[in-house]
């Protein structure tokens, strides 16, 4: 069974533009959720979705922002980019039916630098 | 609110030596606790998860980890740690406030040979 695949895996961009990321979960999940790693915060929830939902977001600017496809992929999008948004972005997937229960599978992640 | 603490940013055993990397939680709720490890330049990879089956957890790689309620705790061994095992670990709980894992800081392990 194939894992999480995000793309790309690193990506580099200036100040003030854009970027998107993508997800694609393990197949048959239909909960992807987004973290942000850096050496600093560590590990911090940006946001989950389910069935083209989100259902549950972070403590993160509206500058980040998501959505999820009928086929359960997802993407991330970050606007006029900060030097601070410099981070491995993480994507997992999970089956999402059970709150307490769910476990997560995390893909390899974008390594977004910001110039 | 939940939690989850990681004790020791660092920690360096030599190869053939035990392994123990802690973990303490706070949980409203019964709690569901995972250890993930990270490879450099990789995402996190599931190494073991709780789920109220049986306190002592196996997972892969030769780790295992005991869950104790009267500490708060879900520390992780490893009998006898190869230089693979150098990597970065960490605990987490799901949180009850929706779909959402938290994470501890995570506990880097170094190998010496």
């Known amino acids: 069974k194939a894992g999480v695949t995000q793309t790309p895996r690193y990506l580099i961009k200036t100040r003030g533009q854009q970027v998107t990321l993508s997800c694609s979960p393990i197949s048959g999940h239909r909960s992807v959720s987004w973290y942000q790693q850096t050496p600093g915060q560590g590990l911090q929830f940006l946001f989950e979705?389910?069935?083209?939902?989100?259902?549950n977001k972070g403590n993160f600017p509206g500058r980040f922002s998501g959505r999820q496809f009928s086929n359960s992929r997802s993407e991330m999008n970050v606007s006029t980019l900060e030097l601070g948004d410099s981070a491995l972005y993480l994507c997992a997937s999970s089956w999402g039916l059970a709150e307490l229960t769910d476990t997560q599978y995390f893909g390899p992640g974008t390594r977004l630098t910001v110039l | 609110a939940q939690s989850v603490t990681q004790l020791g940013s660092h920690v360096s055993v030599s190869e053939g030596a035990l392994v123990l990397l802690r973990c303490n939680y706070s949980s409203s709720v019964p709690p569901y606790l995972f250890w993930y490890v990270q490879y450099p330049n990789q995402g996190l990879q599931l190494l073991l998860k709780?789920?109220?089956?049986?306190?002592l957890v196996k997972g892969i790689n030769g780790f295992e980890a005991e869950f104790k309620k009267s500490e708060t705790s879900f520390h992780l061994t490893k009998p006898s740690a190869h230089m693979s095992d150098a990597a970065e670990y960490f605990c987490a709980l799901n949180g009850d406030g929706g779909f959402k894992t938290i994470f501890g800081a995570g506990t880097r392990l170094f190998v010496k040979a």
């Open positions: 709780y789920t109220s089956a049986a306190t």
């Open positions: 979705y389910f069935s083209e939902t989100q259902r």
